[in-house]
Structure formats: C-alpha cells, structure tokens
C-alpha cells in the first residue's frame, strides 16, 4: 500500500485529530520495561505527617539504573497554578543517573525545588514539577483514612490525583544533554527519560497518598487498592511553549510521521486477517467507544467533535462486521469506508486502532523515531534557482497558494517571552514586539523566497543567490530537508487568524501517548498520562492495550 499523501497528513486540522498508538512513546517505553523485565522499588521515603519531604524511587534495567528523587512540599492552596509562572509547587522531581547518595539527594533539595531558579547536573536527565488534582486528592485521601476505596467512576472521569505543569530534559536548567544519553539502547526512541519520570511520578502519587491517609486515619485506614490505582494516570498541563518544538525540529517530526504512515500502510496491505486479529481489533473497538465516552471537556470545540465521533463509531461499529473482516483486504476497505463516510477523528482514531492487532509488523518502527539531526544540515548550494523554484513548487504548493497581502494570513506572530524564555503568540496588529518575531512562519517565508528568485536569471546558482541573500538561507535549507523528509512541514500558514495552536499541541502529544485532551483555550490543554498502565509490581506483563478502559476492569 502507498503511504497517504502528506498533503492529507499534514493538514492542522488532520493534525489536530491524531490519537495515541502503537508507536507512542509511552507505550513504547512500556514494552521495552516488560520484555527486560525491568525491577522498581521504592528505596526510602522520608516523608512527614503533612507529606513533606523526600522519596527515591529506583528503576533498574538491563545495563542501568534511573531514579526518581522526589521532593514533596507543603503548598497553600492559593498558590496553586498551572501557569508557567508559578514558583512553587506541591511536588518536584530530578531523573537521576543511577542511585543518589545522602551527599547527592542534599544537593538536590537546594536546586529541584525551585525548578528553573535552581541548577541541576549532567547527572540529572529531566527536571519536573507537579500539582494535585484540588478535590479528587483530598477526596481519595478521606475515603482511604475511613477505610473505603474512593468511587470508581470519580477516578475515571478525572483520570489522575496530579498533573505536571513541566517535565524539562535535554540539556535544559543544566539536565544531561540528549547526546550524552541517545547511544543507550532504553533512550533510544524519543523522550523516554521524559516518560519514565512521568511513569515514577505516577507510582510517587500512589504512595503520598497512602501515606497521608495512613496518618489522618490510623489503623483504619486502607492503601488504594490496585484497581483503583490502575484506572488513575498523571494529568499534564501544556501550553504553547510545546507548539514550536515540532517546526524547530523537522527532521524529527518526519520520522514521527513516517513511522506511524509505514505502520498503517503495513496493516492495509493485509490481505486476510486471522480470527485472532479480528478478535483483537473488534475488542479494542468496543473498548474505544468506552474510552469516547469517559472523555470529558467544556471546550465547545471538541465537544462537538466527540459529538460526531460517538455517531461515526457507532457507523464503524455497524461496518466492521463479521463478513467484512473475514473477507479480503479488511483494513484498507474498513479505512476506504471511514475517509468516504466520517469525519476526521474517527479516520484518525481507525487508523490507530487498526495497528493493534498487528504488532509483530509495526512496533520494530519505534526504532525508527529519533534522527540525526545535523546530518541534514548542509546546503546544496550546486543547484540551479530555477531546479528550486521548481522544487519549491513540488513541495510548497499550500504556501505558493496564500495571499500574504491579507492582514487575516498575517495576523499572529511568533516570540520569546522576556520573563519566561518561553514560546508565546502575539496579534501582529494589535500587539507590540513584532519585531523580535521568531522564525515559524514557513509559508510566508517560502513564499518570500520563491518571489526573490523570480527575479534572478534560472540558471543562477543558488550558492551565489544565498551569498548576496543570507536572509533566506533558513528557508532554503528547509526546502532541502523537505526533499527527503515528505512528512516535516505542517501544509497551513501559522500565522493566519484562523490557525488553532491546539492543533499543534495535540499532534506532538498524540505521539507522547497522550489521551482526555481537555483545551481550556486554544493555546493550552489538559492531558492524561499512563492511566490504564501496569503497576511497578506488573511491569512484567506484556500486554499493551492498558490505555483501553477494560483493561483496567480485569
């Protein structure tokens, strides 16, 4: 099967639409840690009665071992916030290279809790904070202390009992850079540091949470049990300063696309599928509804998008029939049937569903999700402008398109903020700072640069072109990318009014494994994290299909 066109892929509004599979690094990370039978425990904690102080949380793997230091703070509750702004927060966390002395864990306790003020070291790999869910943590705290399990169905409709508003790696605040850590066979795939703090932080949680409720009730108190813990992830918090990271790094972002595009292409190239794989496949449907219909939000957007995917899975449903998926080609003709006849989450949703039977043919693509980043850097100045304008053409039809002499296709700008150094959206009409413009805006520049060598003679080289205009070699060096790497570039003007930054956050997100996005605007979402996932005593269990309500109910 040919790949879908990235014309299709890459559209925001396609973008905005994509779940978590297979290839997500969560669930990559997962299987990795079941089939080394990786072993965590919980080496000391050293916590109060209010629950502050300090815990150390071990994962220890083939090769090495990584651990959780999480400090544990008393926070008034009207210095709780999301915002990137806070400075303080009820808990905070280092990644750290092996297992921390008394003399190691000290040095932290002066820098991680005041995050992006403090310094941490190369022996740290990530660096986070998080906050608690204010009525779901007490309200599992006060039914634990009473000696009852807190309601199920409050657990799932929340999803976590905390949310990170940060998990910095990669070099940031002084953390080990990526280069230092990707020739190790358990970082291999992207963000796995990130998602193994994430993963500790969720067992941290668990353990508070006895804790407290063994302090306030005594005897009678109960721990949570695993059920329970199983139907509760991590919440994230994520704003715009994540928008940009899937433009800076095209490359990247390609590799992403391509893995999860190979992966769909594998699975419709089959051409009968076994009753195993219907089976699968039929369970995973039914249980995806369940999943649709615990996915809560105000946001009127996606409200009415959830509105219309329970109606097109109830189509799906009605199509993927016995006859159907018995008979020849199931998958491309299940998929042919949703771009004909749903819209586009449920196209999404399906072709993520339809890679879980299969993972024998697609999960060896998780190998293929990190890059060389500087390969890909140099320009090939030997071509002719008029051999780039033609490419530029072939590649940049959607930006050639866009009249970017209307105020509406130039309405935003991209920048830095001076406080935060964070990624921020500005109203280019309406706002000052236009200026200082941070370089997102790829189809006007695109456009820009075709307009530049319309004006020089075609057989021009565009070496001596760039040596004269260095102002458009970034843009040039992106065509060059765009080349070879089909799936880079979001096909949509970023700075039109009408552009949803959402979009952006929930396309890198999805490949995070991400699920309940919650927008609160347009430029900052809620999400859940490993809820579903096997417990520190189950990581031995292979099976990954724990994202999927029912897995938590056996």
Known sequence: ??????????????????????????????RRMARENWQIETLHSKLNDQG???????????ERTYSLVAFSHDLPDEQRTDRVIAEAWDTTFALYDGIPDDTEIERLSKNVPLQEKGRISARELTLSRANKSSRLFGQV????????????????????????TAVYGSGKFGAADRETIAGRPEFQAPFQAEMLTVYLIRLFVFDLVDHLAKVKGGEKAVRLSNDRKRRLGIGNSTGLGMAPFIVNHPQLFHAWVFAKETALARVLAVREATDQEIQIFTEILVRTRALIGDWKTKDPALCEKLRLLEEDLERLSKRADAKLLSGPS????????????????????????????????????????????????????SRSVGEFRELIEGLYDFALQTDFSQPSEQARFWYVS?????????????????????PLSIARDISRLYEKLAQQPSDTLLAGFLL????????????????RCSYMEIQDNLLSAAMRPIDMLRAKLSFFGATKFDPRSDRWVRICMFQGAPLADEVDDDRDEWMYPAAANE
């Open 52 to 62: 502050v102080g300090h815990a150390v949380i071990a994962a220890k793997g083939p």
């Open 418 to 438: 001076e406080a935060k150094l964070e990624p921020r959206l500005g109203e280019r009409f309406d706002e000052d700072g236009s200026e200082l413009e941070s």
């Open 1 to 30: 099967m040919a790949l879908r066109s990235p014309s299709t892929v890459m559209r925001l509004e396609r973008l905005g639409s994509f779940h978590q599979s297979r290839l997500s690094f969560m669930r990559v990370l997962l």
């Open 141 to 164: 705290v006060e039914a634990l202390s009473e000696g009852r399990q807190p309601d199920k169905g409050q657990l799932e409709e929340t999803g976590y009992l905390m949310r990170t």
């Open 468 to 483: 004269k205009s260095p102002e458009h070699r970034h843009v040039a060096r992106r065509v060059g990318m765009a080349s």
């Open 330 to 381: 199931p998958w491309v003709r299940l998929y042919r049937f949703a771009e004909e006849t749903l819209g586009l989450e449920a196209q999404e949703l399906l072709a993520s569903m339809v890679l879980e039977p299969y993972g024998r043919i697609v999960d060896d693509l998780a190998d293929t999700m990190s890059v060389d980043e500087k390969s890909d850097f140099p320009i090939d100045g």
